[in-house]
């Protein structure tokens, strides 16, 4: 079962290569092994671009000649879990979850008394975008950006849809938003924030569609796999129309996926021991649900799970998984605890474990992501350097 490696073998790590390399200094996370400081430092124009989604254990069995696989120089973790909403937080502000806090797609926040999904900052039952209400995101994520540390012109291309959302511009202060609505639209961005050689500069890159369509159709599905081709074909003529400029770009993901099957994935009322035990609803993901269980349950519904639920799902004490390093090291969050839960089920095989609230849609998903299996937690390192 991989875990994290924190110590010099993750996206944390590779961040704090990246930050040290652009002038600012240290993270508190050891350099990624593999990936000089003075290699990143020498280039005056560094790219991170994160295809979400794209876990290595997936790209290495596919199109062994494509022009991807050529760069890639190996594979690192993600973060714990491995999903999003805690992996790019990690790529704007180059810490682990421990620090940051943001722990899943749903996540409790006890200061609201609410749980919200971090990623639209929404109450989970849907309703008016937070920040319509008055609530302060600046204050509520505490996040400080990596953009402020860098010293170099920052940049951030994103999805037009996405550039003036809450989280993006809490997470991407100091930095230059651009946005884009199709791949060429993309490249053209990221090519832009080469052009010149007066200011050297940083820019983050975000693709969202491969993830998107591995949820929606699953990983191994045509639909992944042609648009794989397509963005192979795109960065092969992107790297070719920047040819002679002075830049080093890194391309990896956020997190892998694993296919599910209606018969894995799992709804909570099925298990209603489990349902009664607990005094919120489920948290985290779908594939590692942080459970709130009531006092007077914890027995029980400890018991339930190694009795009747242990084919599923392995059951761990969220503070356990803290003092074992899954969500990093040194010193947490100060609401790290508040926002894991008590307990935490770990999905064996594919499982699944889902739940709804009142006014909440449904959404069917194939291709999930946050567990520990290697197709989710291992992501590629890929070095385009000119």
């Known amino acids: 079962m991989p875990l994290p490696d924190y ?22 996370y050891a350099p990624l092994v593999g990936l000089d400081v003075q290699e990143v430092a020498r280039h005056r124009h560094v790219v991170l671009l994160v295809v979400d989604g794209l876990g290595h254990e997936f790209l290495a ?15 690192i973790t993600s973060v714990f879990p491995s999903t999003t909403t805690a992996a790019v937080a990690t790529f704007l ?15 409790f926040f006890r200061e609201l008394g609410s749980v919200i999904a971090v990623l639209p900052f929404r109450d989970r039952h849907g309703g008016i975008e937070l920040a319509e209400a008055g609530i302060d995101a600046e204050g509520l994520f505490g996040s400080q950006p990596v953009f402020g540390r860098i010293p170099r012109r920052c940049n951030i291309v994103t999805p037009r849809h996405l550039i ?28 832009g924030c080469l052009a010149g050689d007066s200011e050297r500069s940083f820019t983050y890159a975000y693709w969202p569609e491969f993830d998107r369509l591995a949820h929606e159709y699953g990983v191994a599905s045509r639909q992944v796999s042609m648009h794989l081709e397509e963005l192979d074909a795109a960065f092969d003529y992107f790297i070719d129309s920047i040819r ?12 892998g996926f694993i296919d599910t099957s209606p018969d894995s994935v799992v709804d909570l009322q099925s298990h209603p021991v489990l349902s009664r035990s607990l005094v919120l609803p489920l948290c ?13 349950q914890c027995a029980r519904f400890e018991d339930y799970v190694a009795t009747q639920f242990s084919r599923e799902a392995t059951l761990a004490r969220s503070a356990d998984l803290v003092a074992r390093g899954y969500f990093g090291h040194g010193t947490p969050h100060p609401r790290l605890h508040e926002r894991i839960g008590h307990y935490a089920l770990i999905m064996n095989g594919n499982f699944a474990l889902t739940d709804q609230v009142a006014g909440e849609k449904k959404h069917v998903q194939i291709g999930m992501h946050g567990g520990v299996s290697p197709e989710e937690m291992f992501v590629p390192l890929i070095v385009l350097g000119s």
């Open 7 to 28: 110590h010099g073998g993750s996206i944390v790590n590779l961040m704090a290569t990246l930050v040290a390399g652009l002038g600012g200094g240290d993270t508190g």
């Open 284 to 296: 985290g993901e779908r594939r590692v649900p942080f459970c709130y269980v009531h006092p007077d």
């Open 61 to 75: 069995r596919s199109q062994p000649g494509s022009f991807l696989r050529k760069g890639l120089r190996g594979r």
């Open 244 to 255: 002679g400029r002075d830049y080093f770009i890194i391309v990896t993901a956020d997190h």
């Open 93 to 107: 502000t180059a810490v682990a979850p421990q620090q940051h806090g943001l722990t899943g797609w749903f996540t």
């Open 164 to 191: 003036d959302s809450t989280f993006n511009a809490v997470h991407s202060r100091g930095a230059t938003h651009l946005g884009y609505a199709t791949l060429p639209q993309f490249f053209d961005a990221v090519g």
